[in-house]
């Protein structure tokens, strides 16, 4: 499974931006939830928000609020709103996948894609 990202870019603060993130077709692996992720500069990466294949949603406080994320199949977006200069990072789409063998073992396998910078400006 590959993800592929777009819509970053540079954004004057209060500005919006939206992301998206397409998961290739796969005859062996089941799409579950999937997500984004965003790394600033010198910090951990983080979670921004998750979205499970019935479309219950999870945000970080930080961003509830602004940020929307929804789904169509196994096709993300992120809608970011008022967006402020501690929103600058790449963000990351992320697919967790699941595998069930014809003899009932069961894998999972958590795919990330390329990443796609937001900048904000003050």
């Known amino acids: 499974v590959q993800l592929q990202a777009s819509g970053g870019g540079l954004v004057r603060s209060g500005g919006s931006l939206r992301l998206s993130c397409a998961a290739s077709e796969s005859t062996i692996w089941t799409i579950d939830t999937m997500g984004w992720y965003r790394q600033a500069p010198g910090k951990q990466r983080e979670l921004v928000a998750l979205i499970t294949p019935s479309g219950s949603q999870t945000y970080a406080g930080s961003v509830k609020g602004r940020f929307t994320i929804s789904r169509e199949k196994n096709t993300i977006f992120l809608a970011m709103h008022d967006l402020i200069p501690e929103d600058t990072a790449v963000y990351y789409c992320?697919?967790?996948?699941?595998?069930?063998?014809?003899?009932?073992?069961?894998?999972?396998?958590?795919?990330w894609g390329p990443g796609t910078q937001v900048t904000v400006s003050s």
């Open positions: 992320n697919a967790d996948g699941s595998w069930t063998s014809n003899i009932g073992d069961e894998y999972e396998h958590e795919f």
